[in-house]
């Protein structure tokens, strides 16, 4: 029993190294079981007028498929003096789903960065109207007054038209991205074209 105690005490250091590892590895362990794969989440980038996005995101997790496990919905109002910040880096670099008014699109930036619509692919979930260059859906059209979970014109009465447009290589795209293995965006996105208040 002593000759046990004292290879203990001359290897001590050796011990609480072990230990210190066996821990940081069980946290990584747990840490990268824990989180959702690419395809359980979801994220849509919203900039519309309002700062309260509890209609949306309601109307969006009303019937969210179950294999989802984390549906993400990031509301940058226009009025966001960082707007551009926050585009690229929570929208472009994260999103899959984009809500945008049609002053903050540019041509370079449809062909870049958003998938290109196809009649025969999105017919089977609403009818829709794409607009010219098409890359998005009207999800307002300037003037209108239908209901909806989002705020379409400014304090001062600036109404425009916004679009609902989907990130390039999302695999939630279903046939827009011929990787994409889920059509998650389309039958969420179809709550907010169809909102009834």
């Not at 585009?87 to 540019?106: C, K, M, Y």
């Not at 304090?155 to 425009?160: N, R, W």
């Amino acid at each position: 029993m002593k000759s046990f105690f004292s290879r203990l005490l001359k290897r001590w250091y050796a011990y609480i190294i072990a230990i210190f590892f066996g821990i940081t590895l069980s946290c990584l362990y747990v840490d990268f079981t824990g989180q959702p794969r690419a395809e359980e989440t979801i994220t849509f980038f919203v900039s519309t007028y309002s700062t309260d996005d509890s209609k949306a995101r309601a109307a969006l997790t009303k019937d969210a498929p179950s294999y989802l496990k984390e549906v993400n919905l990031v509301n940058i109002p226009l009025s966001e003096s960082n707007w551009e910040y926050y585009f690229v880096n929570r929208g472009l670099n994260h999103a899959d789903v984009f809500v945008l008014p049609e002053s903050r699109l540019t041509s370079a930036m449809l062909t870049e960065q958003f998938a290109l619509l196809k009649p025969e692919v999105l017919s089977s979930y609403f009818s829709y109207e794409a607009e010219e260059t098409g890359h998005g859906i009207y999800l307002h059209h300037k003037g209108e007054n239908k209901p909806s979970p989002f705020l379409f014109t400014s304090e001062e009465g600036k109404d425009e038209n916004f679009y609902v447009l989907f990130r390039k290589n999302s695999i939630h795209i279903g046939g827009l991205y011929a990787k994409s293995s889920h059509d998650t965006a389309l039958t969420m996105v179809k709550h907010w074209i169809d909102y009834e208040a």
